[in-house]
């Protein structure tokens, strides 16, 4: 018999992994999904040092050190979600991709730290 819970945590850390290695291998693509304009070569590596490097960290590090690495990656999607909630109505950025986007972030907190 599976384990739901599991399931869903793995789906977290794979789509926090996945985001990193979209970052790293591709960071142009990086524009479209957080709205940021990348320049030039500087912020290429800043958004494949922290879109890239720091996600796939966060991604891989509870898959070795369990449930404490859960914890904190759910309560930073938490934390994540909380600033951005309020950021839509302060930024008046009430784009369909943010609310994706917090959408995504709450079920990743969710997942992280339910149970």
């Known amino acids: 018999m599976f384990n739901i ?8 850390l794979v789509g926090t992994i ?6 790293l ?8 999904f957080t709205g940021l304009s ?7 590596t800043e958004v494949r040092a922290i879109f890239g490097g720091l996600f796939i ?3 891989l590090v509870p898959f070795f050190l369990g449930t ?6 759910g309560f930073a999607y938490l934390g994540i979600a909380v600033v951005r909630l309020l950021a839509i109505f302060i930024d ?8 994706i986007s ?14």
């Open 57 to 59: 960290a966060l991604g």
């Open 68 to 73: 404490p690495a859960f914890q904190m990656l």
């Open 102 to 115: 917090l959408v995504i972030e709450i079920l990743f907190a969710i997942f992280l730290l339910v149970g």
């Open 92 to 99: 008046r950025s009430s784009v369909q991709s943010n609310w």
């Open 5 to 12: 819970l599991a399931i869903l945590r793995t789906i977290a």
């Open 38 to 44: 990348i320049p030039g070569g500087r912020g290429k």
């Open 25 to 32: 291998f591709n960071p142009n693509a990086a524009q479209g």
């Open 18 to 23: 996945g985001t990193g290695l979209l970052a």
